[in-house]
């Protein structure tokens, strides 16, 4: 590394994904906390290590029929492989659907297939959900939608839920933009049976909340002066360093986007694909970086009851997962000027 005099840069610019990994052969510390953060781990091939629930030839079944018939759904280790069951609807079967990636741990956890044509056998680049979530505060499964929706967990709305043509059923084409980093939908068709993705990392890794980081790298890289001199810019005077969108230094509306990208359920279907493009950063080429013009986009219509949308009776927000619409309803984001960092972000 040379100690040479300062380089300007640009206050606008594009960049392409490194990975956390190179991140942290700088910023260290940070790193080693990100590594055991629910960030770093949130999407996980199976393991002793990563599954929580209890896959010990467990059988399960709907309240309703505890203990009586049947199984609805088995789980079982197979080696190194981790399989869910589900009972077919004519009810003289039970499908096998091997675990590819479990998603979370805290507090529940979702189990991802890779889904095939059921009449070539040959993988459709689709990865869906099994219809069973793992309970950590409970200890036990439960079916996540029919909770959520207050409704019956039948054997064939279980199928729906996991093989159906809607959109939140293809795990990779639609949930998969919160839980890696930088998805890119290469090709999908109409009704989601079929589609190829990719991504820069699995989990949410640095760059999915700073942005992509080549340009900040190699910035860097080989500059004592660059480094000094941002440190002073960063560090004393509070303002943003070169090439890298660090949110608490964004104005109003441009902090609490990186969080609203998936911490905002309130998303209408015509949005979805603004959100998953959203890309913390500076853009130069257009991209979007601020998703203020869409954070209001639902009505908070009093009384709503939708399962990720509720209002109370008086029109505010209600529920864990309305706490993002809950803050820009406030008065302390109404009070924060235009252009300066709302204080709870």
């Not at 994904?17 to 629910?38: D, F, L, M, N």
């Not at 091939?45 to 629930?53: D, G, N, R």
């Not at 805290?106 to 044509?117: G, I, K, L, N, P």
């Not at 997962?321 to 204080?343: D, N, Q, V, Y």
Request: charged share 25%; glycine share 8%.
């Amino acid at each position: 590394m040379a100690l040479t005099s300062y380089e300007s840069y640009s206050s606008l610019y594009d960049a392409t994904y490194v990975g956390s990994k190179r991140c942290g052969e700088c910023h260290t510390q940070i790193y080693r906390e990100w590594q055991a953060s629910p960030h770093a781990n949130m999407m996980r091939a199976p393991t002793p290590e990563s599954v929580v629930a209890d896959f010990d030839d467990h059988e399960w079944r709907p309240p309703r029929m505890e203990g009586e018939g049947p199984a609805v759904a088995r789980m079982r280790k197979e080696g190194a492989r981790y399989v869910m069951e589900l009972r077919h609807p004519d009810g003289e079967r039970y499908v096998e659907f091997p675990v590819k990636y479990v998603i979370g741990y805290q507090y529940r956890q979702a189990y991802v297939f890779q889904a095939w044509d059921w009449q070539t056998g040959e993988p459709t680049g689709v990865l869906r959900r099994f219809p069973l979530q793992w309970s950590v505060k409970r200890g036990e499964f439960f079916p996540y939608w029919n909770m959520q929706e207050k409704s019956e967990p039948t054997i064939p709305d279980l199928w729906q839920q996991m093989t159906g043509a809607t959109h939140n059923s293809a795990w990779n084409l639609f949930c998969a933009r919160c839980h890696t980093t930088n998805l890119e939908i290469v090709s999908e068709d109409e009704l989601h049976t079929r589609g190829e993705t990719r991504w820069s990392e699995e989990s949410i890794g640095c760059e999915a909340c700073h942005g992509p980081g080549s340009k900040h790298c190699d910035y860097f890289a080989t500059n004592y002066v660059n480094r000094i001199a941002h440190f002073a810019i960063g560090s004393l005077r509070g303002e943003p360093v070169a090439y890298i969108a660090n949110p608490p230094k964004r104005s109003k509306g441009g902090d609490v986007s990186t969080c609203a990208r998936c911490h905002g359920p309130d998303i209408p279907t015509i949005n979805t694909e603004i959100y998953r493009r959203y890309e913390p950063g500076y853009s130069r080429e257009g991209k979007v970086n601020d998703l203020t013009p869409f954070l209001k986009s639902v009505p908070l219509t009093p009384g709503r009851r939708n399962p990720t949308i509720e209002v109370w009776d008086d029109g505010m927000p209600k529920g864990i997962g309305m706490l993002l619409r809950s803050f820009i309803e406030s008065k302390c984001w109404e009070a924060t000027p235009e252009g300066e960092h709302a204080p709870a972000c």
